[in-house]
């Protein structure tokens, strides 16, 4: 790989209520090129294929807001583990 970069632009979105900035866009973006095997003359060589650029696009949406509630129980003694019961 000869160069690569990566640009995510981020901006407002509207999840459970609340804004949040998030990940809107993504583009990668790099110049490489191939390494091809060849066989002449029963000796074999390895040659460089020509330039390529490529480029991944990825759009982010649909969004999900996941949220739990935890307490602490003050006094709780724990118990020992008994392993897996079988069912009944």
């Known amino acids: 790989m000869k ?3 990566m640009m995510v632009s981020y901006g407002p979105m509207e999840i459970g209520g609340e804004m949040y900035v ?6 990668t973006i790099w110049r ?9 003359w029963n000796a074999g060589f390895f040659t460089w ?3 390529e650029t490529q480029m ?19 006094g709780f003694e724990q118990v020992p ?3 897996p ?3 009944q």
């Open 81 to 83: 583990d008994r392993g």
């Open 22 to 27: 998030v990940p809107l866009r993504s583009v």
């Open 3 to 5: 160069r690569s970069d």
């Open 85 to 87: 019961t079988a069912p």
């Open 56 to 74: 991944n696009v990825f759009t982010f949406d649909q969004y999900h807001l996941f949220r739990g509630k935890t307490r602490v129980l003050p």
């Open 49 to 51: 294929g020509p330039y």
């Open 32 to 40: 490489s090129r191939s390494v091809a095997a060849l066989l002449q």
